[in-house]
T-cell receptor, first 113, second 110 residues
Framework: DGGITQSPKYLFRKEGQNVTLSCEQN?????MYWYRQDPGQGLRLIYY???????QKGDIAEGYSVSREKKESFPLTVTSAQKNPTAFYLC????????????FGEGSRLTVL | GENVEQHPSTLSVQEGDSAVIKCTYS??????FPWYKQELGKRPQLIID?????GEKKDQRIAVTLNKTAKHFSLHITETQPEDSAVYFC?????????FGSGTRLQVQP
């Protein structure tokens, strides 16, 4: 619901494996974002994209990669270079008013075993 | 870059009392300050926001105040109810993204 869909909701990974989290939106919005949330902490920006084929690093981009080949899709890959990948990952886009507020997907919880 | 600090980290109040959460920001270019509420296991949802051209905004039991000179803004919840229990995040814009505070866990005791 809400126009932004993340999958999978839960994901388990072994150390050393890459994993890709999906984020799709049907709101026809240009801007999309990935945030990471750790227990008891705020949301930290990983990457964001303002337009197709363009994206910018956020505050904690190391060990992550993204692509923006289509307007509706902004997948996040957690690589083996990310030292502590266990976290709750939230994808977001701007709301229809486009005035700055974010609308989040339901999140993907990644656990590294 | 923008740095947003939020206090307190936890807050416990009795039902019916008021709750105040405070944030400071560092980038004087920031001009948009939203507040999000996150219930356990759910996504954050916007509850109120304010822009730098106003000093206060109210929406029923919730209000936000902004002091641009001091670079701080606050969330005020009056007549708290048990359903207000959640984690609240402040944020400030930096370039084209939001920087979030570390969150306040609000517990309203019935």
């Amino acid at each position: 619901d809400g126009g932004i869909t993340q999958s999978p909701k839960y994901l388990f990974r072994k150390e050393g494996q890459n994993v890709t989290l999906s984020c799709e939106q049907n709101l026809n919005h240009d801007a999309m974002y990935w945030y990471r949330q750790d227990p008891g902490q705020g949301l930290r920006l990983i990457y964001y994209s303002q337009i197709v084929n363009d994206f910018q690093k956020g505050d904690i981009a190391e060990g992550y990669s993204v692509s923006r080949e289509k307007k509706e899709s902004f997948p996040l890959t957690v690589t083996s270079a990310q030292k502590n990948p266990t976290a709750f990952y939230l994808c977001a886009t701007t709301t229809p008013r486009g005035t700055g507020e974010l609308f989040f997907g339901e999140g993907s919880r990644l656990t590294v075993l | 870059g923008e740095n947003v600090e939020q206090h307190p980290s936890t807050l416990s109040v009795q039902e019916g009392d008021s709750a105040v959460i405070k944030c400071t920001y560092s980038d004087s270019a920031s001009n948009y300050f939203p507040w999000y509420k996150q219930e356990l296991g759910k996504r954050p949802q916007l509850i109120i926001d304010i822009r730098s051209n106003v000093g206060e905004k109210k929406d029923q039991r919730i209000a936000v105040t902004l002091n641009k000179t001091a670079k701080h803004f606050s969330l005020h919840i009056t007549e708290t109810q048990p359903e207000d229990s959640a984690v609240y995040f402040c944020a400030a814009n930096r370039r084209r993204a939001l920087t979030f505070g570390s969150g306040t866990r609000l517990q309203v005791q019935p």
